[in-house]
Protein backbone atom coordinates (compact mmCIF):
# COMPACT_ATOMS: atom_id res chain seq x y z
CA UNK A 1 0.00 0.00 0.00
CA UNK A 2 1.22 3.34 -0.97
CA UNK A 3 2.13 5.37 1.75
CA UNK A 4 0.17 9.20 1.67
CA UNK A 5 1.98 12.22 0.54
CA UNK A 6 2.51 15.21 2.95
CA UNK A 7 -0.73 16.91 2.51
CA UNK A 8 -0.94 19.95 0.56
CA UNK A 9 -3.97 21.32 0.85
CA UNK A 10 -4.26 24.37 3.36
CA UNK A 11 -4.79 23.36 6.96
CA UNK A 12 -8.44 23.81 8.16
CA UNK A 13 -8.39 25.29 11.72
CA UNK A 14 -9.92 22.46 14.08
CA UNK A 15 -13.25 23.56 15.57
CA UNK A 16 -14.48 23.21 18.81
CA UNK A 17 -17.76 20.93 18.82
CA UNK A 18 -20.31 20.73 21.56
CA UNK A 19 -23.16 18.87 21.97
CA UNK A 20 -25.26 20.03 25.14
CA UNK A 21 -28.27 18.09 26.17
CA UNK A 22 -29.01 16.49 22.32
CA UNK A 23 -32.41 13.97 22.11
CA UNK A 24 -33.43 12.66 19.26
CA UNK A 25 -36.84 10.64 18.88
CA UNK A 26 -37.72 8.43 16.27
CA UNK A 27 -41.94 7.48 16.47
CA UNK A 28 -41.34 6.85 20.27
CA UNK A 29 -38.39 5.48 20.44
CA UNK A 30 -35.89 8.02 22.09
CA UNK A 31 -32.32 7.17 19.96
CA UNK A 32 -30.53 10.22 22.02
CA UNK A 33 -31.24 10.88 25.64
CA UNK A 34 -29.60 13.92 26.43
CA UNK A 35 -26.26 13.90 24.48
CA UNK A 36 -23.27 15.87 26.37
CA UNK A 37 -20.18 16.46 24.40
CA UNK A 38 -17.56 18.96 24.04
CA UNK A 39 -14.72 18.10 21.53
CA UNK A 40 -11.49 19.75 21.39
CA UNK A 41 -10.03 22.11 18.34
CA UNK A 42 -7.92 19.39 16.38
CA UNK A 43 -9.33 16.08 18.08
CA UNK A 44 -10.26 12.71 17.11
CA UNK A 45 -13.01 11.51 19.16
CA UNK A 46 -14.69 7.84 18.58
CA UNK A 47 -18.35 7.19 19.47
CA UNK A 48 -18.29 3.31 20.12
CA UNK A 49 -21.29 0.99 20.44
CA UNK A 50 -23.33 -1.39 19.67
CA UNK A 51 -25.79 -1.44 16.83
CA UNK A 52 -29.06 0.82 17.57
CA UNK A 53 -26.83 2.49 20.83
CA UNK A 54 -27.54 5.95 19.00
CA UNK A 55 -23.93 6.92 17.69
CA UNK A 56 -25.09 6.71 14.03
CA UNK A 57 -28.08 9.50 15.03
CA UNK A 58 -25.20 11.86 17.10
CA UNK A 59 -22.74 11.96 13.99
CA UNK A 60 -26.13 12.65 11.72
CA UNK A 61 -27.72 15.53 14.40
CA UNK A 62 -24.50 16.77 14.44
CA UNK A 63 -24.05 16.88 10.36
CA UNK A 64 -27.56 18.21 9.97
CA UNK A 65 -28.67 15.54 8.66
CA UNK A 66 -31.19 14.45 11.26
CA UNK A 67 -33.00 17.35 12.94
CA UNK A 68 -32.80 17.31 16.98
CA UNK A 69 -35.73 17.76 19.25
CA UNK A 70 -34.02 18.80 21.70
CA UNK A 71 -30.84 20.47 22.88
CA UNK A 72 -27.82 22.52 21.14
CA UNK A 73 -25.05 21.69 18.72
CA UNK A 74 -22.14 23.78 18.88
CA UNK A 75 -19.95 24.48 16.41
CA UNK A 76 -16.67 27.12 17.77
CA UNK A 77 -19.63 28.50 19.91
CA UNK A 78 -22.13 28.98 17.41
CA UNK A 79 -25.37 27.04 17.82
CA UNK A 80 -25.90 25.37 14.24
CA UNK A 81 -28.87 22.84 15.82
CA UNK A 82 -31.25 25.39 12.89
CA UNK A 83 -28.70 25.27 10.63
CA UNK A 84 -29.12 23.28 7.08
CA UNK A 85 -26.67 20.13 6.51
CA UNK A 86 -25.38 22.26 3.34
CA UNK A 87 -24.06 25.27 5.18
CA UNK A 88 -22.90 23.47 8.38
CA UNK A 89 -19.25 23.69 7.01
CA UNK A 90 -18.59 19.94 7.15
CA UNK A 91 -17.28 17.12 5.96
CA UNK A 92 -18.49 13.67 5.32
CA UNK A 93 -17.37 10.48 5.01
CA UNK A 94 -20.31 8.14 4.70
CA UNK A 95 -20.46 4.20 5.63
CA UNK A 96 -21.73 3.13 1.94
CA UNK A 97 -19.63 4.24 -1.19
CA UNK A 98 -20.51 7.75 -1.93
CA UNK A 99 -19.06 8.93 -5.01
CA UNK A 100 -20.87 10.25 -7.89
CA UNK A 101 -21.01 7.09 -10.20
CA UNK A 102 -21.60 9.65 -13.04
CA UNK A 103 -18.59 11.75 -12.11
CA UNK A 104 -14.63 10.84 -12.43
CA UNK A 105 -12.59 10.98 -9.59
CA UNK A 106 -11.59 14.40 -10.10
CA UNK A 107 -15.10 15.88 -10.24
CA UNK A 108 -16.44 14.08 -7.39
CA UNK A 109 -13.44 15.73 -5.35
CA UNK A 110 -14.20 18.96 -7.25
CA UNK A 111 -18.10 19.03 -6.31
CA UNK A 112 -18.01 21.15 -3.07
CA UNK A 113 -16.04 23.59 -4.59
CA UNK A 114 -18.48 23.89 -7.46
CA UNK A 115 -20.88 24.49 -4.95
CA UNK A 116 -18.63 26.97 -3.22
CA UNK A 117 -18.63 28.73 -6.38
CA UNK A 118 -14.62 28.40 -6.47
CA UNK A 119 -13.12 29.16 -9.83
CA UNK A 120 -12.62 26.64 -12.45
CA UNK A 121 -8.70 26.82 -12.22
CA UNK A 122 -8.15 26.40 -8.51
CA UNK A 123 -11.24 24.28 -8.29
CA UNK A 124 -8.90 21.96 -10.19
CA UNK A 125 -5.75 22.52 -8.85
CA UNK A 126 -7.20 21.98 -5.39
CA UNK A 127 -9.07 18.55 -5.68
CA UNK A 128 -5.94 17.63 -7.57
CA UNK A 129 -3.99 18.21 -4.67
CA UNK A 130 -6.35 16.41 -2.49
CA UNK A 131 -6.16 13.46 -4.28
CA UNK A 132 -2.63 13.32 -4.32
CA UNK A 133 -2.70 14.09 -0.28
CA UNK A 134 -4.72 10.27 -0.28
CA UNK A 135 -2.40 9.25 -2.72
CA UNK A 136 -4.66 8.64 -5.81
CA UNK A 137 -3.45 11.35 -8.20
CA UNK A 138 -3.04 8.42 -10.94
CA UNK A 139 -6.74 7.59 -10.92
CA UNK A 140 -8.50 11.23 -11.57
CA UNK A 141 -9.64 10.19 -14.28
CA UNK A 142 -11.54 7.15 -13.06
CA UNK A 143 -14.94 6.37 -12.27
CA UNK A 144 -16.01 4.96 -9.08
CA UNK A 145 -16.46 1.75 -10.45
CA UNK A 146 -13.42 0.95 -11.69
CA UNK A 147 -12.23 1.96 -8.48
CA UNK A 148 -11.59 -0.35 -5.07
CA UNK A 149 -13.50 -0.07 -1.86
CA UNK A 150 -10.66 1.11 0.13
CA UNK A 151 -9.82 3.28 -3.42
CA UNK A 152 -13.64 5.15 -3.45
CA UNK A 153 -13.04 5.57 0.56
CA UNK A 154 -10.44 7.45 0.34
CA UNK A 155 -11.87 9.52 -2.48
CA UNK A 156 -14.24 10.22 -0.35
CA UNK A 157 -12.01 11.17 1.98
CA UNK A 158 -10.56 13.38 -0.40
CA UNK A 159 -13.59 14.99 -1.51
CA UNK A 160 -14.64 15.75 2.61
CA UNK A 161 -11.30 17.66 2.99
CA UNK A 162 -11.35 19.50 -0.11
CA UNK A 163 -13.23 22.21 1.08
CA UNK A 164 -11.64 22.68 4.22
CA UNK A 165 -14.57 22.21 6.88
CA UNK A 166 -14.72 22.94 10.16
CA UNK A 167 -15.43 19.54 11.35
CA UNK A 168 -14.89 16.02 9.97
CA UNK A 169 -17.35 13.20 10.40
CA UNK A 170 -16.63 9.23 9.24
CA UNK A 171 -19.84 7.18 10.11
CA UNK A 172 -18.34 3.72 10.03
CA UNK A 173 -16.56 4.52 6.54
CA UNK A 174 -14.36 1.18 6.57
CA UNK A 175 -17.30 -1.28 7.63
CA UNK A 176 -17.69 -2.30 4.27
CA UNK A 177 -13.55 -2.97 3.27
CA UNK A 178 -11.79 -6.02 3.98
CA UNK A 179 -9.73 -6.76 6.68
CA UNK A 180 -6.02 -5.52 5.70
CA UNK A 181 -7.54 -2.30 3.91
CA UNK A 182 -9.46 -1.64 6.50
CA UNK A 183 -6.25 -1.31 8.71
CA UNK A 184 -4.04 0.38 6.30
CA UNK A 185 -6.66 3.05 5.85
CA UNK A 186 -7.93 3.95 9.37
CA UNK A 187 -4.18 4.41 10.08
CA UNK A 188 -4.15 7.06 7.00
CA UNK A 189 -7.23 8.97 7.57
CA UNK A 190 -5.58 9.50 11.70
CA UNK A 191 -2.35 10.12 10.12
CA UNK A 192 -4.05 12.88 7.45
CA UNK A 193 -6.32 13.91 10.66
CA UNK A 194 -3.42 14.89 12.69
CA UNK A 195 -1.79 16.47 10.01
CA UNK A 196 -4.68 18.65 9.36
CA UNK A 197 -5.69 18.86 12.64
CA UNK A 198 -9.40 19.24 11.71
CA UNK A 199 -11.70 18.43 14.32
CA UNK A 200 -13.02 14.54 13.78
CA UNK A 201 -16.03 12.37 15.29
CA UNK A 202 -15.14 8.78 13.85
CA UNK A 203 -18.34 6.56 14.31
CA UNK A 204 -17.60 3.00 14.84
CA UNK A 205 -18.86 -0.68 16.54
CA UNK A 206 -15.44 -1.74 15.99
CA UNK A 207 -13.65 -1.83 19.41
CA UNK A 208 -10.26 -2.20 17.80
CA UNK A 209 -11.12 0.58 15.02
CA UNK A 210 -11.73 3.10 17.79
CA UNK A 211 -9.15 2.35 20.44
CA UNK A 212 -6.64 2.36 17.76
CA UNK A 213 -7.57 6.00 16.32
CA UNK A 214 -8.73 8.21 18.41
CA UNK A 215 -7.27 10.45 21.06
CA UNK A 216 -10.74 9.61 22.78
CA UNK A 217 -13.34 7.00 23.01
CA UNK A 218 -17.31 8.06 24.04
CA UNK A 219 -18.86 4.43 24.35
CA UNK A 220 -22.33 4.79 24.08
CA UNK A 221 -25.28 2.83 25.31
CA UNK A 222 -29.02 2.97 24.56
CA UNK A 223 -28.72 6.77 23.56
CA UNK A 224 -26.54 7.91 26.29
CA UNK A 225 -22.18 7.98 26.80
CA UNK A 226 -21.83 5.61 28.72
CA UNK A 227 -18.03 6.43 29.66
CA UNK A 228 -15.67 8.98 27.69
CA UNK A 229 -11.86 8.92 27.92
CA UNK A 230 -8.82 7.98 26.39
CA UNK A 231 -8.38 4.31 25.03
CA UNK A 232 -6.33 3.52 28.39
CA UNK A 233 -8.72 5.04 30.30
CA UNK A 234 -11.64 2.86 29.05
CA UNK A 235 -9.74 -0.58 29.27
CA UNK A 236 -7.67 -0.15 32.13
CA UNK A 237 -10.68 1.46 34.24
CA UNK A 238 -14.18 0.87 32.40
CA UNK A 239 -16.29 2.83 34.88
CA UNK A 240 -19.18 0.39 34.14
CA UNK A 241 -19.71 -3.53 33.57
CA UNK A 242 -21.00 -2.67 30.16
CA UNK A 243 -17.88 -0.78 29.36
CA UNK A 244 -15.74 -3.38 31.07
CA UNK A 245 -17.49 -6.12 28.99
CA UNK A 246 -17.59 -4.35 25.30
CA UNK A 247 -14.35 -2.58 25.41
CA UNK A 248 -11.60 -5.70 25.25
CA UNK A 249 -12.16 -9.00 26.29
CA UNK A 250 -13.29 -9.58 29.49
CA UNK A 251 -13.39 -12.75 31.87
CA UNK A 252 -16.98 -12.48 33.31
CA UNK A 253 -16.46 -13.92 37.21
CA UNK A 254 -19.07 -14.63 39.09
CA UNK A 255 -17.51 -13.78 42.70
CA UNK A 256 -18.25 -12.26 46.42
CA UNK A 257 -17.47 -8.85 47.39
CA UNK A 258 -16.03 -9.28 51.58
CA UNK A 259 -15.04 -6.37 52.96
CA UNK A 260 -13.88 -4.56 49.78
CA UNK A 261 -12.33 -7.16 48.16
CA UNK A 262 -13.27 -9.41 45.97
CA UNK A 263 -13.47 -13.06 46.51
CA UNK A 264 -13.04 -16.49 43.32
CA UNK A 265 -13.04 -19.48 44.61
CA UNK A 266 -11.44 -18.52 47.56
CA UNK A 267 -8.99 -16.67 46.13
CA UNK A 268 -8.95 -12.57 47.35
CA UNK A 269 -8.03 -9.93 45.04
CA UNK A 270 -7.78 -6.17 46.46
CA UNK A 271 -10.73 -4.49 44.06
CA UNK A 272 -11.12 -1.16 42.76
CA UNK A 273 -12.00 0.75 45.59
CA UNK A 274 -16.14 -0.28 45.12
CA UNK A 275 -18.30 1.44 47.52
CA UNK A 276 -20.91 -1.27 47.24
CA UNK A 277 -21.90 -3.58 50.01
CA UNK A 278 -20.93 -7.03 50.68
CA UNK A 279 -22.60 -9.63 48.50
CA UNK A 280 -22.49 -11.64 45.39
CA UNK A 281 -21.04 -9.51 42.07
CA UNK A 282 -19.65 -10.11 38.96
CA UNK A 283 -16.29 -9.29 38.31
CA UNK A 284 -14.39 -8.16 35.23
CA UNK A 285 -10.88 -9.65 34.62
CA UNK A 286 -8.80 -9.15 31.64
CA UNK A 287 -7.46 -12.26 30.33
CA UNK A 288 -3.89 -10.76 30.35
CA UNK A 289 -4.44 -10.28 33.97
CA UNK A 290 -5.15 -14.23 34.48
CA UNK A 291 -1.77 -16.39 34.75
CA UNK A 292 -0.91 -20.28 34.99
CA UNK A 293 0.31 -20.84 38.49
CA UNK A 294 1.88 -22.98 40.78
CA UNK A 295 -0.57 -23.18 43.13
CA UNK A 296 -4.30 -21.40 42.95
CA UNK A 297 -7.45 -22.31 41.50
CA UNK A 298 -7.74 -25.73 39.97
CA UNK A 299 -8.76 -25.71 36.30
CA UNK A 300 -8.60 -28.24 33.57
CA UNK A 301 -7.17 -27.04 29.87
CA UNK A 302 -10.72 -26.87 27.28
CA UNK A 303 -8.56 -25.49 24.31
CA UNK A 304 -5.85 -22.57 23.33
CA UNK A 305 -5.53 -20.31 20.22
CA UNK A 306 -1.93 -18.95 18.95
CA UNK A 307 -2.88 -15.34 18.10
CA UNK A 308 0.72 -14.67 16.53
CA UNK A 309 2.60 -12.93 19.97
CA UNK A 310 0.62 -14.33 22.23
CA UNK A 311 -1.72 -17.14 23.02
CA UNK A 312 -4.97 -17.37 24.69
CA UNK A 313 -6.03 -20.65 26.44
CA UNK A 314 -9.59 -21.43 27.47
CA UNK A 315 -9.80 -23.29 30.95
CA UNK A 316 -12.68 -25.24 32.88
CA UNK A 317 -13.21 -24.40 36.69
CA UNK A 318 -14.89 -26.94 39.23
CA UNK A 319 -17.66 -25.27 38.89
CA UNK A 320 -18.21 -25.46 34.96
CA UNK A 321 -17.53 -21.96 34.48
CA UNK A 322 -14.55 -21.05 31.55
CA UNK A 323 -11.88 -18.64 32.26
CA UNK A 324 -9.44 -17.70 29.58
CA UNK A 325 -5.80 -17.02 30.30
CA UNK A 326 -3.25 -15.11 27.93
CA UNK A 327 0.47 -15.83 27.87
CA UNK A 328 3.58 -16.23 26.25
CA UNK A 329 3.12 -18.38 22.76
CA UNK A 330 6.03 -20.85 24.39
CA UNK A 331 3.39 -22.20 26.97
CA UNK A 332 1.67 -25.43 25.38
CA UNK A 333 -1.33 -26.30 27.85
CA UNK A 334 -2.96 -29.50 25.93
CA UNK A 335 -6.71 -29.71 25.86
CA UNK A 336 -7.30 -32.12 29.56
CA UNK A 337 -4.08 -30.94 30.93
CA UNK A 338 -5.30 -30.04 34.94
CA UNK A 339 -3.57 -26.32 35.63
CA UNK A 340 -4.21 -24.00 38.60
CA UNK A 341 -4.48 -20.00 37.92
CA UNK A 342 -4.47 -17.33 39.94
CA UNK A 343 -5.24 -13.50 39.56
CA UNK A 344 -2.22 -11.36 38.39
CA UNK A 345 -4.33 -8.05 38.73
CA UNK A 346 -7.52 -6.29 40.55
CA UNK A 347 -10.98 -6.47 37.96
CA UNK A 348 -10.97 -3.93 35.78
CA UNK A 349 -14.95 -4.02 37.23
CA UNK A 350 -17.26 -5.01 39.36
CA UNK A 351 -21.08 -5.56 38.86
CA UNK A 352 -24.08 -6.24 40.06
CA UNK A 353 -25.01 -10.09 39.70
CA UNK A 354 -27.57 -10.55 37.34
CA UNK B 1 -18.57 -18.10 35.89
CA UNK B 2 -18.29 -17.69 32.38
CA UNK B 3 -15.99 -15.93 29.76
CA UNK B 4 -17.44 -13.05 27.39
CA UNK B 5 -15.29 -12.30 24.40
CA UNK B 6 -15.06 -8.57 22.85
CA UNK B 7 -16.38 -9.59 19.31
CA UNK B 8 -15.38 -7.66 15.89
CA UNK B 9 -18.71 -7.17 14.42
CA UNK B 10 -17.88 -5.11 11.84
CA UNK B 11 -15.38 -8.25 10.00
CA UNK B 12 -18.64 -10.39 8.73
CA UNK B 13 -19.81 -7.30 6.44
CA UNK B 14 -17.69 -8.27 3.78
CA UNK B 15 -18.02 -11.45 3.39
CA UNK B 16 -21.98 -11.09 3.48
CA UNK B 17 -21.69 -8.37 0.59
CA UNK B 18 -19.67 -10.59 -1.34
CA UNK B 19 -21.51 -13.58 -1.18
CA UNK B 20 -24.47 -12.95 -3.10
CA UNK B 21 -27.44 -15.94 -3.30
CA UNK B 22 -27.60 -16.89 -7.10
CA UNK B 23 -30.98 -18.29 -7.84
CA UNK B 24 -31.41 -20.74 -10.51
CA UNK B 25 -28.78 -21.28 -13.70
CA UNK B 26 -27.99 -18.72 -16.40
CA UNK B 27 -29.75 -20.58 -19.64
CA UNK B 28 -27.51 -21.72 -22.18
CA UNK B 29 -26.22 -20.12 -25.81
CA UNK B 30 -28.44 -22.29 -27.31
CA UNK B 31 -31.76 -21.85 -24.97
CA UNK B 32 -31.06 -17.86 -25.20
CA UNK B 33 -31.55 -18.25 -29.08
CA UNK B 34 -34.37 -20.39 -29.39
CA UNK B 35 -36.15 -18.00 -26.32
CA UNK B 36 -34.54 -14.75 -28.74
CA UNK B 37 -35.61 -16.42 -31.67
CA UNK B 38 -39.49 -17.94 -30.79
CA UNK B 39 -40.65 -14.14 -29.45
CA UNK B 40 -38.76 -12.23 -32.34
CA UNK B 41 -40.98 -14.60 -34.75
CA UNK B 42 -43.89 -13.79 -32.64
CA UNK B 43 -42.97 -9.92 -32.83
CA UNK B 44 -42.06 -10.08 -36.43
CA UNK B 45 -45.11 -11.94 -38.35
CA UNK B 46 -47.58 -9.27 -37.81
CA UNK B 47 -44.65 -6.75 -38.76
CA UNK B 48 -43.63 -8.42 -42.00
CA UNK B 49 -47.00 -9.18 -43.00
CA UNK B 50 -48.02 -5.21 -42.73
CA UNK B 51 -44.76 -4.55 -44.56
CA UNK B 52 -46.20 -7.22 -47.49
CA UNK B 53 -49.41 -5.27 -47.54
CA UNK B 54 -48.35 -2.22 -48.19
CA UNK B 55 -46.78 -3.55 -51.30
CA UNK B 56 -49.81 -5.58 -52.71
CA UNK B 57 -51.69 -4.58 -55.33
CA UNK B 58 -55.39 -5.31 -54.30
CA UNK B 59 -56.53 -5.81 -57.77
CA UNK B 60 -54.36 -7.96 -59.59
CA UNK B 61 -52.24 -9.20 -56.05
CA UNK B 62 -49.02 -7.86 -57.81
CA UNK B 63 -46.47 -5.98 -55.99
CA UNK B 64 -46.08 -2.25 -56.51
CA UNK B 65 -44.73 0.91 -54.71
CA UNK B 66 -47.41 3.02 -55.58
CA UNK B 67 -49.03 3.27 -52.18
CA UNK B 68 -45.71 5.00 -50.82
CA UNK B 69 -45.49 7.21 -53.60
CA UNK B 70 -48.62 8.64 -53.16
CA UNK B 71 -47.49 9.82 -49.63
CA UNK B 72 -45.20 11.88 -52.06
CA UNK B 73 -47.86 12.87 -54.78
CA UNK B 74 -48.60 16.76 -55.18
CA UNK B 75 -52.36 16.21 -53.55
CA UNK B 76 -50.97 13.80 -50.76
CA UNK B 77 -51.14 16.85 -48.22
CA UNK B 78 -54.74 17.62 -49.15
CA UNK B 79 -55.92 13.90 -49.43
CA UNK B 80 -54.75 13.16 -45.73
CA UNK B 81 -54.70 16.25 -44.18
CA UNK B 82 -56.71 14.72 -41.52
CA UNK B 83 -53.93 12.48 -41.00
CA UNK B 84 -51.25 14.75 -41.12
CA UNK B 85 -53.23 16.79 -38.46
CA UNK B 86 -54.07 13.78 -36.19
CA UNK B 87 -50.10 13.32 -36.52
CA UNK B 88 -49.41 16.98 -35.06
CA UNK B 89 -52.48 16.32 -32.05
CA UNK B 90 -50.44 13.16 -31.44
CA UNK B 91 -47.17 13.93 -31.23
CA UNK B 92 -48.80 17.84 -29.03
CA UNK B 93 -50.13 14.97 -26.97
CA UNK B 94 -46.95 13.37 -26.60
CA UNK B 95 -44.78 16.09 -25.48
CA UNK B 96 -47.54 17.21 -22.89
CA UNK B 97 -47.90 13.68 -21.48
CA UNK B 98 -44.38 13.81 -20.72
CA UNK B 99 -44.40 17.71 -19.64
CA UNK B 100 -46.91 15.92 -16.89
CA UNK B 101 -45.10 12.95 -16.17
CA UNK B 102 -41.35 15.11 -15.46
CA UNK B 103 -43.12 18.46 -13.49
CA UNK B 104 -45.64 16.06 -11.40
CA UNK B 105 -44.76 12.07 -11.18
CA UNK B 106 -40.62 12.91 -11.16
CA UNK B 107 -40.28 14.99 -8.43
CA UNK B 108 -43.15 12.84 -6.40
CA UNK B 109 -41.38 10.05 -6.55
CA UNK B 110 -38.14 11.60 -5.70
CA UNK B 111 -39.47 13.54 -2.40
CA UNK B 112 -41.07 10.15 -1.42
CA UNK B 113 -38.29 7.97 -2.27
CA UNK B 114 -35.95 11.10 0.07
CA UNK B 115 -38.34 12.14 2.32
CA UNK B 116 -41.65 10.17 3.21
CA UNK B 117 -40.35 6.79 2.48
CA UNK B 118 -43.48 4.92 4.14
CA UNK B 119 -45.80 6.43 1.65
CA UNK B 120 -43.70 4.53 -1.48
CA UNK B 121 -46.59 1.58 -1.55
CA UNK B 122 -49.44 4.41 -1.06
CA UNK B 123 -47.76 5.44 -4.16
CA UNK B 124 -46.92 2.84 -5.96
CA UNK B 125 -51.07 1.68 -5.74
CA UNK B 126 -52.07 4.89 -6.53
CA UNK B 127 -49.70 5.08 -9.85
CA UNK B 128 -50.43 0.92 -10.70
CA UNK B 129 -54.37 1.55 -10.46
CA UNK B 130 -54.76 3.21 -14.53
CA UNK B 131 -53.36 -0.60 -15.56
CA UNK B 132 -56.33 -2.23 -14.19
CA UNK B 133 -59.20 0.00 -15.12
CA UNK B 134 -60.39 -0.38 -18.70
CA UNK B 135 -60.42 2.37 -21.43
CA UNK B 136 -63.89 2.43 -21.43
CA UNK B 137 -64.28 2.77 -17.80
CA UNK B 138 -62.13 5.11 -17.55
CA UNK B 139 -63.71 7.58 -20.37
CA UNK B 140 -66.90 6.81 -18.33
CA UNK B 141 -65.56 8.52 -15.27
CA UNK B 142 -63.76 11.16 -17.20
CA UNK B 143 -66.30 12.08 -19.30
CA UNK B 144 -68.04 14.70 -16.65
CA UNK B 145 -64.64 15.94 -15.25
CA UNK B 146 -64.05 16.89 -19.53
CA UNK B 147 -66.46 18.83 -19.59
CA UNK B 148 -65.10 20.80 -16.73
CA UNK B 149 -61.64 20.64 -18.39
CA UNK B 150 -63.13 22.11 -21.76
CA UNK B 151 -65.28 24.76 -19.67
CA UNK B 152 -61.71 25.83 -17.92
CA UNK B 153 -58.59 25.22 -20.51
CA UNK B 154 -61.36 25.10 -23.92
CA UNK B 155 -61.43 21.78 -26.24
CA UNK B 156 -57.77 22.40 -27.19
CA UNK B 157 -56.47 18.87 -28.17
CA UNK B 158 -53.82 18.83 -25.75
CA UNK B 159 -56.19 18.67 -22.68
CA UNK B 160 -55.90 15.72 -23.55
CA UNK B 161 -52.91 14.89 -21.90
CA UNK B 162 -54.37 15.72 -18.54
CA UNK B 163 -55.94 11.32 -18.94
CA UNK B 164 -53.30 10.53 -20.51
CA UNK B 165 -51.21 11.83 -17.98
CA UNK B 166 -53.07 8.94 -15.80
CA UNK B 167 -52.63 6.39 -18.47
CA UNK B 168 -49.07 6.23 -18.91
CA UNK B 169 -48.75 6.57 -14.99
CA UNK B 170 -48.20 2.52 -14.05
CA UNK B 171 -45.53 2.43 -17.22
CA UNK B 172 -43.78 5.91 -16.12
CA UNK B 173 -43.53 4.25 -12.76
CA UNK B 174 -42.55 1.40 -12.92
CA UNK B 175 -39.60 3.02 -15.48
CA UNK B 176 -38.53 5.82 -12.63
CA UNK B 177 -38.97 2.99 -9.81
CA UNK B 178 -36.23 0.56 -11.10
CA UNK B 179 -33.97 3.25 -11.80
CA UNK B 180 -34.66 4.96 -8.08
CA UNK B 181 -33.89 1.01 -6.79
CA UNK B 182 -30.57 0.74 -8.59
CA UNK B 183 -29.39 3.88 -7.26
CA UNK B 184 -28.47 5.02 -3.70
CA UNK B 185 -30.06 8.43 -4.18
CA UNK B 186 -30.54 8.31 -0.09
CA UNK B 187 -26.73 8.56 0.64
CA UNK B 188 -25.73 10.46 -2.82
CA UNK B 189 -27.53 13.15 -1.85
CA UNK B 190 -26.89 13.45 1.68
CA UNK B 191 -23.07 13.18 0.29
CA UNK B 192 -24.52 16.09 -1.84
CA UNK B 193 -25.70 18.32 0.81
CA UNK B 194 -23.27 17.64 2.90
CA UNK B 195 -20.30 19.23 0.27
CA UNK B 196 -23.01 22.22 0.15
CA UNK B 197 -25.36 21.42 -2.30
CA UNK B 198 -28.61 22.55 -1.31
CA UNK B 199 -31.78 20.88 -3.46
CA UNK B 200 -32.04 22.45 -6.43
CA UNK B 201 -28.03 21.46 -7.39
CA UNK B 202 -28.70 17.16 -5.64
CA UNK B 203 -31.78 17.21 -7.78
CA UNK B 204 -30.19 18.76 -10.96
CA UNK B 205 -26.20 17.79 -10.68
CA UNK B 206 -26.25 14.62 -8.55
CA UNK B 207 -29.66 12.95 -8.80
CA UNK B 208 -31.06 13.19 -12.46
CA UNK B 209 -27.80 12.26 -14.50
CA UNK B 210 -27.89 8.91 -12.48
CA UNK B 211 -31.72 8.65 -13.25
CA UNK B 212 -31.44 9.38 -16.92
CA UNK B 213 -32.19 5.62 -18.00
CA UNK B 214 -35.41 6.09 -16.17
CA UNK B 215 -36.57 9.35 -17.03
CA UNK B 216 -35.70 8.51 -20.76
CA UNK B 217 -37.58 5.29 -20.45
CA UNK B 218 -40.51 6.42 -18.33
CA UNK B 219 -40.63 9.26 -20.95
CA UNK B 220 -40.48 7.36 -24.35
CA UNK B 221 -42.72 4.92 -23.22
CA UNK B 222 -44.98 7.66 -22.26
CA UNK B 223 -44.58 8.79 -26.23
CA UNK B 224 -45.16 5.04 -27.55
CA UNK B 225 -48.73 4.54 -25.30
CA UNK B 226 -49.65 8.06 -26.33
CA UNK B 227 -49.47 7.69 -30.11
CA UNK B 228 -51.19 3.99 -29.85
CA UNK B 229 -53.82 5.22 -27.74
CA UNK B 230 -57.43 4.99 -29.62
CA UNK B 231 -60.11 4.37 -26.80
CA UNK B 232 -60.08 7.35 -25.04
CA UNK B 233 -59.53 9.77 -28.09
CA UNK B 234 -62.40 8.29 -29.76
CA UNK B 235 -64.94 8.05 -26.71
CA UNK B 236 -64.25 11.52 -25.96
CA UNK B 237 -64.34 12.90 -29.92
CA UNK B 238 -61.10 14.03 -30.31
CA UNK B 239 -59.08 13.23 -32.96
CA UNK B 240 -55.38 11.82 -32.94
CA UNK B 241 -53.17 9.42 -34.46
CA UNK B 242 -55.38 6.28 -34.38
CA UNK B 243 -58.66 7.96 -34.46
CA UNK B 244 -57.67 9.25 -37.62
CA UNK B 245 -56.16 6.44 -39.23
CA UNK B 246 -59.26 3.81 -38.02
CA UNK B 247 -60.88 6.77 -40.46
CA UNK B 248 -58.75 6.45 -43.21
CA UNK B 249 -58.45 2.72 -43.45
CA UNK B 250 -62.12 2.84 -44.33
CA UNK B 251 -61.19 4.12 -47.67
CA UNK B 252 -57.40 3.48 -47.94
CA UNK B 253 -55.92 0.43 -45.46
CA UNK B 254 -52.74 0.76 -47.11
CA UNK B 255 -51.62 4.42 -46.31
CA UNK B 256 -53.37 3.48 -42.82
CA UNK B 257 -51.27 0.56 -42.89
CA UNK B 258 -48.26 2.31 -43.54
CA UNK B 259 -48.65 4.85 -41.35
CA UNK B 260 -49.07 2.54 -38.47
CA UNK B 261 -45.43 0.92 -39.71
CA UNK B 262 -44.08 4.44 -39.59
CA UNK B 263 -45.86 4.95 -35.94
CA UNK B 264 -43.94 1.36 -34.91
CA UNK B 265 -40.75 2.73 -36.19
CA UNK B 266 -40.77 5.94 -34.46
CA UNK B 267 -41.22 4.11 -31.04
CA UNK B 268 -38.53 1.46 -31.87
CA UNK B 269 -36.14 4.42 -32.55
CA UNK B 270 -36.84 6.17 -29.31
CA UNK B 271 -36.34 3.05 -27.55
CA UNK B 272 -33.15 2.62 -28.79
CA UNK B 273 -32.31 6.00 -28.19
CA UNK B 274 -32.90 5.10 -24.47
CA UNK B 275 -29.82 2.18 -24.78
CA UNK B 276 -28.14 4.85 -26.57
CA UNK B 277 -28.68 8.54 -24.26
CA UNK B 278 -29.72 6.63 -21.04
CA UNK B 279 -26.37 5.25 -20.03
CA UNK B 280 -24.10 7.53 -18.21
CA UNK B 281 -20.33 8.70 -18.87
CA UNK B 282 -19.54 5.69 -15.92
CA UNK B 283 -21.46 3.23 -18.49
CA UNK B 284 -19.59 4.48 -21.60
CA UNK B 285 -16.21 4.74 -19.99
CA UNK B 286 -13.69 1.36 -20.70
CA UNK B 287 -13.40 -0.93 -17.35
CA UNK B 288 -10.22 -0.56 -15.39
Known amino acids: ?354 | MMVSAGTLPGRDKTSRVSNATRVGAEPSRTARAVILGVVGVVFAIPIVGMIIFTFRDGLTGTYTLDHWTGLFAPDAARTYRNLFTAIGNSLTLAAVTVAIVLVLLLPTMLLVHLQFPRLRRVLEFICIIPITVPAVVLVVGLAPVYSIVVRTFGGSIWTLAFAYGITVLPFAYRAIQSNLESVDVITLSEAARSLGANWFSVTWRVLLPNLRRGVLAASFISVAVVLGEFTIASLLNRVNLQTALLQVSQSDPYVAVIFSLLALAFAFVLLLLIGRFGSTGRDRSPSA
Do not use: W
Open chain 1, 1 to 354: MTLLSTPTIAPPTGATVELVGVVKDYAGHRALSGIDLTIAPGEFIALLGPSGCGKTTALRALSGLEQVDQGRILIDGENVADVPVNRRDIGMVFQSYSLFPHMTSLENVEFGLRMRKVGAADRKRRAREALEMVGLSEKSAQYAHQLSGGQQQRVALARALVTRPRVLLLDEPLSALDAKVRVQLRDEIRRIQTDLGITTLFVTHDQEEALAVADRVAVMREGRIEQIGSPEELYTAPLTPFVANFVGLSNRIEAELVGGAVVIHGQRIESLGERRADGPVVAFIRPEDVAFAPTGIAAVVVGSTFLGSLRRTQVRLADNSLLMVQHEVGVHPAPGERVAVSFAARPVAVGPRA
